[in-house]
C-alpha cells in the first residue's frame, strides 16, 4: 500500500519540479541556495504525500464515516444540526491552509485585514454551511437546487462587497478545504448517506458537502466586508526573501511551526473521536490501534508536505512569477501561468483523497484519471486567465466568476446529480496548499512587477478562478458520462 501511495506522490510532484527546473536553465534562472531549496523541499513533499495519503487512508477517513453514521443514526435533526456545526468550526479554524491564506493578507495588507478576524469569520461561515450540508441529506433536499438558492445569496451579497473582500472571500472558499478538512468531509458524508436506504441516492449524496462548505466561507467574508463597511484596502508584496543563503535552515525554522500547526489542527478530531469512542462507537483494541496509527502517520506526512512547501516551493514561486513577467512577454506569462496550473493540481494531497473516494463510491465507473483530466484542464485555464486579469488593465475578478458561476449553477440544473457534487466538491479540492502557497506565489509575483496591477486584489484572486473552473469542467465530463451510458443503453 506505501508503495503505490509513493508511486502517486512521485507522479504528482515530478512534473512541476521538472518545468521549474528547465526554467531555471532558460528563462528565469534562480541563485543556486534557491534552486536547492527547491529540488529538497519537492522530496520533502513527495515523502510527506506519501505518509499522509497512507495516513488518511487508515485513520481520517474512518474517523469521519463513524461519526457520520453516529450522528445519523441519533435520528435528531437538531443534534444532527448542532453537532456538525461545532464539528466544522473547529475543523476549519485549525485548517493550515486557511491559516496560510489569512497569514499572507495579514502581512500584504499590513496587518489592515487581521489573521485571527479572517480564520475565525470563515470558520463559522463554514461550521454553518456544514450543518445545513448534512442536513440536506437527510431531508433529501436535491443538491442542484441547495447550491443554486446558495450561489444566488453569493451574487447578491457579491454587489455590496468591496473589490478586495471579493478576491479573499472567495480564496477563502479553497483555503479552507485543504489537506486535513477534505478527507474529513467527504468520509463525513459517506457516513451520513450511506445511512439511507435508497443505493442511489446514497451515491449521490457522498459528494457536494465540500462545495457546500465552500460557499459558506464566501458568504462569511462578504457579510465581514458590508458590516465592516471597510475603505478600499490596498497591498503589496514584502519581498521577504531570506537573506541567508543557507539550503538547511530554513526547513529546520518550518518545521517546529507547522508541526504545532498541525497538532492543533488534528487535536479537535482526536478529541472528539475519543468521545464518540466512549459513547458510540466501542472499536476493538486492534480497529483503534489501526486509526490511532493512522493519525500519527497524518501528522507526519502533512508536517512534512507543508514544510517542503513552505521553506522550499513559496519564494520559488514568487521568484518565477517575477522574473517571468520582466521579460516583458505578456503571452509567456499566461503559458507559464497555465502549464503550472496544469500540473500543481497532481500535487493536491486532497484532490488524490476525492479522486479515489470518487472510483471506490462508483466502484470504478468514473475512473480517477478522467477526473484528474478533467481538473488539469480546468485549473491551468484557471491560473492563465488569472494571469489575463493581472496583465490586462480594468478586468476585474468578477468579470470572470461572474459567468463561470452562472454557467456552473445553469449546468447544475441539467447534469447528472453524482456529477454536480462531484464538481463541486473539486472546486474546493482544487485549491489547497499547493494552490495557496505555489500559484498564489507565482501569481502575487507577476503582480509586483506589473504597474497597474494590485498584489492584494489581482494576486489574491487566482485561487477564487482555480475554484471555480473545476465547476464547469467536471461537470462537462458529467454530461460526456450520460450520453455515453445512453449510447450503451440504446446499443
Not at 38 to 53: D, M, V, W, Y
Not at 135 to 156: A, C, D, Q
Not at 260 to 269: D, V
Request: proline share 4%.
Amino acid at each position: 500500500m506505501i508503495r503505490e501511495k509513493f508511486k502517486e506522490a512521485l507522479s504528482a510532484v515530478l512534473p512541476i519540479t521538472l518545468i521549474v527546473i528547465v526554467l531555471n536553465f532558460t528563462i528565469t534562472p534562480l541563485d543556486s541556495h534557491y534552486f536547492l531549496r527547491f529540488l529538497i523541499g519537492a522530496a520533502a513533499i513527495i515523502i510527506g504525500l506519501t505518509i499522509f495519503l497512507f495516513g488518511v487512508e487508515i485513520g481520517i477517513t474512518p474517523i469521519g464515516s463513524l461519526m457520520g453514521k453516529s450522528l445519523a443514526r441519533s435520528n435528531k435533526f437538531w443534534f444532527v444540526a448542532i453537532a456538525t456545526l461545532i464539528l466544522g468550526f473547529l475543523i476549519s479554524v485549525a485548517e493550515p491552509d486557511l491559516h496560510i491564506l489569512a497569514g499572507q493578507v495579514e502581512t500584504v495588507t499590513s496587518g489592515a485585514i487581521g489573521k485571527f478576524g479572517i480564520v475565525t469569520v470563515v470558520s463559522v461561515g463554514v461550521g454553518l454551511m456544514i450543518s445545513a450540508g448534512l442536513l440536506r441529506i437527510l431531508f433529501n433536499i436535491p443538491l442542484h437546487k441547495f447550491l443554486t438558492v446558495s450561489y444566488f445569496i453569493i451574487l447578491g451579497l457579491g454587489i455590496f462587497t468591496s473589490p478586495e473582500f471579493l478576491a479573499i472571500a472567495f480564496d477563502s472558499s479553497g483555503a479552507t478545504t485543504g489537506a486535513l478538512t477534505v478527507p474529513f468531509m467527504l468520509a463525513l458524508a459517506l457516513g451520513v448517506s450511506s445511512m439511507k436506504k435508497d443505493g442511489q441516492d446514497s451515491e449521490n449524496d457522498s459528494f457536494g458537502l465540500v462545495g457546500i462548505a465552500s460557499a459558506g466561507a464566501i458568504m462569511a467574508v462578504m457579510v465581514m466586508s458590508i458590516l465592516s463597511k471597510s475603505d478600499r484596502v490596498t497591498g503589496s508584496l514584502e519581498q521577504e526573501m531570506s537573506t541567508s543563503t543557507s539550503i538547511i535552515a530554513p526547513f529546520v525554522r518550518q518545521i517546529p511551526k507547522i508541526a504545532f500547526e498541525i497538532i492543533i489542527a488534528l487535536s479537535p478530531i482526536i478529541v472528539l473521536f475519543f468521545v464518540f469512542q466512549f459513547i458510540s462507537f466501542r472499536l476493538t483494541k486492534k480497529q483503534l490501534r489501526k486509526i490511532v496509527m493512522g493519525i500519527i502517520y497524518t501528522f507526519l506526512g502533512l508536517t512534512i508536505f507543508l514544510t517542503g512547501v513552505n521553506a522550499g516551493f513559496m519564494e520559488v514561486g514568487a521568484l518565477v512569477g517575477y522574473k517571468v513577467a520582466a521579460l516583458g512577454k505578456p503571452w509567456l506569462v499566461i503559458l507559464v501561468g497555465f502549464i503550472l496550473g496544469l500540473v500543481t493540481i497532481l500535487a493536491e494531497p486532497a484532490v488524490h483523497v476525492l479522486t479515489n473516494q470518487i472510483e471506490d463510491v462508483t466502484s470504478g465507473y468514473i475512473k480517477r484519471t478522467a477526473v484528474f483530466l478533467f481538473l488539469s484542464i480546468g485549473v491551468g485555464t484557471a491560473v492563465a486567465l488569472s494571469m489575463i486579469r493581472i496583465i490586462v488593465p480594468g478586468l476585474q475578478l468578477w468579470h470572470c466568476l461572474l459567468p463561470g458561476y452562472i454557467a456552473a449553477i445553469a449546468m447544475a440544473q441539467f447534469a447528472p446529480t453524482l456529477f454536480v457534487g462531484i464538481a463541486f466538491d473539486s472546486g474546493g479540492v482544487a485549491s489547497g496548499p499547493m494552490t495557496a502557497t505555489f500559484i498564489l506565489a507565482f501569481a502575487q509575483g507577476a503582480a509586483e512587477f506589473i504597474p497597474h496591477a494590485d498584489v492584494l486584489v489581482d494576486g489574491f484572486g487566482v485561487i477564487a478562478m482555480v475554484a471555480m473552473t473545476p465547476l464547469i469542467a467536471l461537470q462537462i465530463l458529467g454530461f460526456i458520462f450520460s450520453s455515453k451510458s445512453h449510447k450503451e443503453g440504446i446499443a
